[in-house]
């Protein structure tokens, strides 16, 4: 990729397209150095669930990621109501001195995480009008993509799969639709399992991927964030280098036939 190739997301650029999530590792010091392998920009952060200044006595991840070398992208994970998420975003706003870029999701079953978009909706609008600049978590129905993107949101970001699942990409045909139509950047989220899964969903034509589970669920965590790099990478490489066509039943010599030497007359 050259180095103008870069990711945009609310007007800051960024050179990676890989975002990855900071829970389910076994400690602080191992979160760290999947972030750094994964050579990662955009760190989510499930604020009910991580403590991050508001627990005092306790290990405090700012102190392994901080702000001043990641961009912190506080999230909404376990929330279940628009009033809960927007509740505790303005914590976090609060908590980071003012930080408006965050990660809305508002689930709607805490069995298949799937979003609830009525509530996400709600809490995109509230949001949006609070100052706020919203990354939403979200179906892959293009309609309901459109409708974030025109109430504001900053990206949309479209399942792959259920969150946590590693089933990759369960319909291309929709993220193409919403690739097609959005003016803003299209993030994959949950769903991706390993390296290939990021590769396809870049191949596709989204402008970035987000995992958490992919990699802190792996058998080895460090290894599967530099897998998630590269397949990031190539896949972007892959996009914008275009495919060759899909022939069927069109067998093709992959050296040119012209000009070939051929053996003289018998004599």
Not at 145 to 160: C, H
Request: hydrophobic share 45%; net charge negative; proline share 6%.
């Amino acid at each position: 990729m050259t180095t103008q190739d870069t990711l945009t997301i609310a007007g800051r650029a960024y050179s990676s397209r890989l975002l990855v999530g900071t829970g389910k590792y076994k400690d602080f010091e191992q979160t760290r150095a999947a972030l750094d392998a994964s050579g990662t920009e955009i760190v989510t952060v499930a604020i009910r669930r991580t403590n991050i200044g508001q627990n005092a006595g306790e290990p405090n991840l700012l102190d392994y990621v901080p702000p001043s070398r990641f961009t912190l992208l506080p999230n909404t994970a376990g929330c279940y109501s628009a009033d809960d998420a927007v509740r505790t975003l303005r914590l976090a706003r609060e908590l980071l001195d003012g930080h408006d870029l965050v990660k809305l999701e508002v689930l709607g079953d805490p069995h298949t995480l799937f979003p609830n978009m009525p509530e996400t909706l709600k809490a995109t609008k509230t949001l949006v009008d609070d100052g706020f600049k919203v990354m939403v978590y979200c179906t892959d129905d293009p309609i309901q993509a459109r409708m974030l993107e025109d109430m504001g949101a900053v990206a949309v970001m479209p399942l792959a799969s259920l969150i946590g699942s590693g089933m990759g990409i369960l319909n291309p045909w929709n993220l193409r639709l919403i690739i097609d139509q959005a003016r803003v950047p299209v993030v994959v989220d949950a769903g991706v399992g390993t390296a290939s899964d990021a590769a396809i969903a870049m191949e596709l034509g989204c402008d970035a991927v987000l995992m958490n589970t992919a990699i802190a669920a792996a058998r080895a965590p460090i290894l599967m964030a530099s897998a998630m790099k590269k397949g990031v990478e190539a896949g972007r490489e892959a996009f914008l280098a275009g495919r060759m066509p899909k022939k069927l039943y069109s067998g093709a010599p992959s050296s040119p036939t012209e000009g070939l030497i051929t053996a003289g007359p018998a004599k």
